[in-house]
Nanobody, 124 residues
Framework: QVQLVESGGGLAQAGGSLRLSCAAS????????VAWFRQAPGKEREFVAG????????NYADNVKGRFTISRDNAKKSVHLQMNSLKREDTAVYSC?????????????????WGQGTQVTVSS
């Protein structure tokens, strides 16, 4: 069983930065790939970024590449999402999710465990 808790959301201005954190309680955390998804009002949930269990392979959605960076600290059982050059369209509820797949896939149905989400609002 894996429990995930996000933190770090809030209000930022366009062009600014926020850092999200996902704290996990899992016995073998390094065996789980973790991803961040987001969902804006009236829109489908979308994949943002993912990282494999070892932290050596990351993948990003095209619309955040070069602006967002995902990382993990297995000793602290945490995953982070550094978001720079924020845009209004980044406004959404951001959730972290864990999967026993080796790599973090963009398909949300591959993820067994989800956090409750944290709100990110970007103003112009």
């Amino acid at each position: 069983q894996v429990q995930l808790v996000e933190s770090g959301g809030g209000l930022a201005q366009a062009g600014g930065s926020l850092r999200l954190s996902c704290a996990a309680s899992a016995r073998f955390f390094s065996t789980y790939a973790v991803a961040w998804f987001r969902q804006a009002p009236g829109k489908e949930r979308e994949f943002v970024a993912g990282i494999d269990g070892t932290g050596s392979t990351m993948n990003y959605a095209d619309n955040v590449k070069g602006r967002f960076t995902i990382s993990r600290d297995n000793a602290k059982k945490s995953v982070h999402l550094q978001m720079n050059s924020l845009k209004r369209e980044d406004t959404a509820v951001y959730s972290c999710a864990a999967t026993s797949y080796i790599l973090a896939t963009p398909q949300d149905h591959h993820y067994n465990y989800w956090g409750q989400g944290t709100q990110v609002t970007v103003s112009s």
